[in-house]
């Protein structure tokens, strides 16, 4: 069988690319291993977690209602983890079902099967599904290689059952008396402040010296103070897992310091340590496609490879490892084989932890700044000023501007805060059109509203915010 445009993986970065070369007029074939399009991202990623974010969060409401409002309800929530479980699995069948009909009205072509390079135009296919075609060979114009990212995971953590991945802990096949995250990166926060809602003790242990390192710290620090209360004061920084066994039904973890020494035993463990993007096994060997020492495809800003037919796009091309990133190379890899220019400065990506505080950022980071000594204004405006942040009793917030000291054009926007992963948008489309700060000052935000805390920091910039606190 041939196919001028196969995709190989259908996450986020492989059905948009698919979706949009049919867009431009292109056959296209996508190759998926598994029964339905999503990827990671849909299946056991960004959409799972969140809706499970979603519950937590409303946990926490209802408990800041009584203590700042003396609003109660009668007793401590019950949790039905059968029913959170079916209404988070409602959530991505309703998403996979979309993408399936999306595929469809296209006329893209999906075969469920494992795929692996023979040579630069052709893929063997492996499985028994019927999509399959006869000879279990597919040839291609150009591939578009999308197979993304799995969980590390040491084998020598790998102990028990009770030691999970993020995709074992999105199952959520119980609520833990005893928990505990190894790796205080946004996956392991955001899935640890799931279980902390839902009821259980959470301890986080983390090798640096922080939480999200890499994150500015001044964004950090607000949800620094709300996960250890969330945990207790269970959140060992500075302190390294040395081993692990199943001991009596639980997992029994030694902590070598630093920070912590010791051992403790936990009813789960979720490891959440990174990714390794999927550039192994899939024959690669058999093509000029270069993969690096931390094992991502070498791509050019227009998602070609070393390999003249071969583009790739999303986890397996590089940092950051994100959703909407991998779906924007999508769409260059697609216009690029349209015979398009199309090409991915990669300048303001968005990031956002979905924690209790939210964290968002685009563009420049202030420690990225400062490692590479680039001289900038940081405008920061205290949402304890806001008066929206004052009436939803969320005033710990922060937003802050990185601005070019002498042409005033914004290069970073940092955000934390409830919702930051909404408002960050604004700051997206600032950078990315090469605004100065007094374009955001300069345009009307609604009152009152936590928008309104990226004009007020960039009216620091210019010494007019009003300060109400
Ligand atoms: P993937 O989504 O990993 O898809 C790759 C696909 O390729 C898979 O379906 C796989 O089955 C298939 N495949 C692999 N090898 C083969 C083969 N040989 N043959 C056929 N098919 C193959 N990102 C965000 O932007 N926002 C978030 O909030 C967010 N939350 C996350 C939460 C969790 C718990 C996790 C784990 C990830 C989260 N991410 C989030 C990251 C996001 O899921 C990934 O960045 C994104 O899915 C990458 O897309 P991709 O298309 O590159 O690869």
Same mark, same amino acid.
């Given at each position: ?13 492989? +059905? ?119 000879? *279990? ?57 799931? +279980? ?16 999200? $390192? ?93 390999? $003249? ?98 042409? *005033? ?61």
């Amino acid at each position: 069988m041939h196919s001028p445009v196969v995709v190989l993986g259908g996450g986020p970065g492989g +059905y948009a690319a698919a979706f949009l070369a049919a867009d431009e007029g292109l056959d296209v074939t996508i190759i998926e291993a598994e029964p339905r399009l999503g990827g990671t991202c849909l299946l056991r990623g960004c959409i799972p977690s969140k809706a499970l974010l979603h519950v937590a969060k409303v946990i926490q409401e209802v408990g800041e209602l009584k203590e700042k409002w003396g609003v109660e309800y009668a007793g401590e929530p019950t949790i039905d983890v059968d029913k959170v479980r079916a209404q988070k699995d409602q959530v991505i069948n309703n998403l996979t079902g979309g993408l399936g009909n999306l595929a469809k009205r296209r006329k893209v072509n999906v075969i469920q099967a494992r795929g692996s390079f023979v040579n630069s135009t052709t893929l063997s296919l492996e499985g028994d599904h019927e999509s399959i075609p006869e000879g *279990g060979q597919i040839t291609f114009d150009h591939c578009i290689l999308a197979t993304g990212s799995v969980p590390a995971m040491p084998p020598a953590f790998k102990v028990s059952d009770r030691v999970m991945d993020s995709t074992g802990a999105l199952a959520l096949q119980d609520i833990p008396e005893t928990m505990l995250v190894v790796g205080g990166g946004y996956i392991g926060l955001e899935m640890g402040s799931v +279980y902390a809602q839902l009821g259980s003790k959470v301890t986080v242990v983390e090798l640096a010296k922080d939480l999200l $390192p890499g994150a500015d710290r001044d964004l950090v620090k607000p949800l620094a103070k709300r996960i250890d209360k969330l945990c207790e004061g269970r959140v060992l920084t500075n302190t390294k897992v040395g081993s692990m066994a199943e001991v009596d039904g639980k997992v029994e973890v030694t902590f070598e310091g630093p920070g912590h020494f010791g051992h403790e035993r936990f009813d789960r463990v979720l490891v959440s340590i990174g990714r390794r993007p999927v550039t192994r096994d899939i024959g690669l060997e058999n093509t000029s496609v270069v993969v690096n020492q931390r094992g991502f495809v070498e791509v050019d800003s227009q998602q070609r490879t070393a390999d $003249p037919h071969i583009l790739a796009i999303g986890d397996i091309a590089g940092d950051p490892m994100l959703a909407h990133k991998a779906t924007h190379e999508g769409r260059v890899a697609a216009e690029v084989i349209a015979g398009k220019t199309s090409s991915f400065d990669k300048k303001a990506i968005p990031a956002v932890v979905f924690t209790d505080p939210e964290i968002a950022w685009a563009g420049l980071t202030e420690t990225e700044a400062k490692r590479d000594g680039i001289n900038v204004s940081v405008e920061s405006y205290p949402w304890a000023a806001s008066g929206r942040a004052q009436a939803l009793g969320i005033t710990e917030g922060l937003t802050k501007w990185l601005v070019d000291p002498e042409s *005033g054009r914004v290069l970073g926007c940092g955000i934390v805060g409830s919702g930051a992963g909404e408002l960050i948008a604004e700051a997206v489309l600032a950078i990315e059109m090469g605004c100065e700060v007094h374009d955001v000052t300069d345009s009307v935000h609604p009152h009152p509203t936590l928008s309104e805390t990226l004009m007020n920091a960039g009216e620091v910039h210019f010494g007019t915010a009003t300060e109400i606190y």
